[in-house]
């Protein structure tokens, strides 16, 4: 069971346009919404989060829109630049049984701004 | 600070083969946490320690055993390799029990061949 879905799978975008890439999740124990940022050859690194009460925010050219009644959520990149090529994961986390917070992700996309 | 480290970079097995992974982290940390990353299907969980002294199954434990040595190193070991475990194992650390709105920090990965 696929608890969090992106979409799309890889994404071609001119520079200067608008990214647009969609999550949903199941699991309304889910209670904090990061995205990851990797680089061909590297480990993902945190790009920004969300908090469920909060339906918007925003860093830079980086925004998260969030719809808690549909349980999905958005990552928009605005005036995409070429350095921006990478491939993006949205994320759900939860409390563990264990006390630590676990990380659920969706499958990727892949980002390619062309010139 | 080096942050997270993964030794080795990369390493070609034969089926059948023994070999361990080995993670460190200098921030201090609780909580470490082993990931695999195959193509187009995000990151997966394999086994968390959410302190020094515990550990727990993942989404993805069988085959692969850990060992969280000291607050500092977390290890994940293949005791007989198969070719589905060919990919690449990303290390993540996280400050732990402090709060849902956690960042986990990933080291750069080791690649994983099995023939």
């Known amino acids: 069971q696929q608890q969090v879905k992106q979409s799309p799978q890889s994404l071609i975008v001119q520079k200067g346009g608008i990214s647009i890439i969609n999550c949903a999740y199941e699991?309304?124990?889910?209670?904090?919404f990061p995205w990851y940022q990797q680089f061909p050859g590297k480990g993902p690194a945190l790009l920004i989060a969300i908090r469920p009460d909060v339906s918007e925010k925003k860093e830079g050219r980086f925004t998260i829109s969030f719809n808690k009644s549909a349980k999905q959520f958005s990552l928009h990149i605005m005036d995409s630049q070429p350095g921006d090529s990478a491939t993006y994961f949205c994320a759900a986390s939860k409390l563990s049984g264990a006390g630590s917070y676990q990380l659920t992700f969706g499958k990727g996309t892949k980002l390619s701004v062309i010139p | 600070n080096a942050g997270v480290t993964q030794t080795p970079k990369f390493q070609v097995l034969k089926t059948g083969q023994s070999m361990t992974l080995q993670c460190a982290q200098d921030m201090n940390h609780n909580s470490m946490y082993w990931y695999r990353q195959d193509p187009g299907m995000g990151l997966r969980l394999i086994y968390y320690?959410?302190?020094?002294?515990?550990?727990d199954k993942g989404e993805v434990p069988n085959g692969y055993n850990v060992s969280r040595l000291n607050k500092r190193e977390f290890s994940l070991r293949l005791e007989s390799a198969a070719p589905s475990q060919t990919s690449v194992y990303f290390c993540?650390?996280?400050?732990?029990?402090?709060?849902?709105?956690?960042?986990?920090?990933f080291g750069p990965g080791t690649r994983l061949l099995v023939l």
């Open positions: 699991n309304t124990a889910f209670d904090y």
């Open positions: 320690s959410a302190s020094e002294g515990t550990t």
């Open positions: 993540a650390s996280s400050e732990g029990r402090t709060s849902y709105q956690e960042t986990q920090y």
